[in-house]
């Protein structure tokens, strides 16, 4: 079982930025994928961004360019930083770590409040 603690959510003015952050209970980055999702209300959980276990990274068409995924693994920690934010950012945002190759391996966090407004 891997517990997933995020942190860093919040209500932020379009054009500015937060940073969320990730941290497993257990050393898992070499073995998992780290993920984060979003879910707005009223509408289905999408992936934001993955950073797969050799350090590769995937990014949904919307944040392109204005977010970054990345992980530093002497804190143990998986980031989302998040430039440029627009209200259509406002979302619920969770981390995920699965282990691919076994699906019945997928974890959720408990999710961090990201609002976008002026």
């Known amino acids: 079982q891997v517990q997933l603690v995020e942190s860093g959510g919040g209500l932020v003015q379009p054009g500015g930025s937060l940073r969320l952050s990730c941290v497993p209970s257990?050393?898992?980055?070499?073995?998992?994928?780290m993920g984060w999702y979003r879910q707005a209300p009223g509408k289905e959980r999408e992936l934001v961004a993955a950073?797969?276990?050799?350090?590769?990274?995937n990014y949904a068409d919307s944040v392109k360019g204005r977010f970054t995924i990345s992980r530093d693994n002497a804190m143990n920690t998986v980031y989302l930083q998040m430039n440029s934010l627009k209200p259509e950012d406002t979302a619920v945002y969770y981390c995920?770590?699965?282990?691919?190759?076994?699906?019945?391996?997928?974890?959720w966090g408990q999710g961090t409040q990201v609002t976008v407004s002026s």
């Open positions: 995920n770590a699965a282990r691919p190759g076994w699906p019945q391996y997928k974890y």
């Open positions: 257990g050393s898992i980055f070499s073995i998992y994928t």
């Open positions: 950073i797969f276990s050799g350090g590769r990274t």
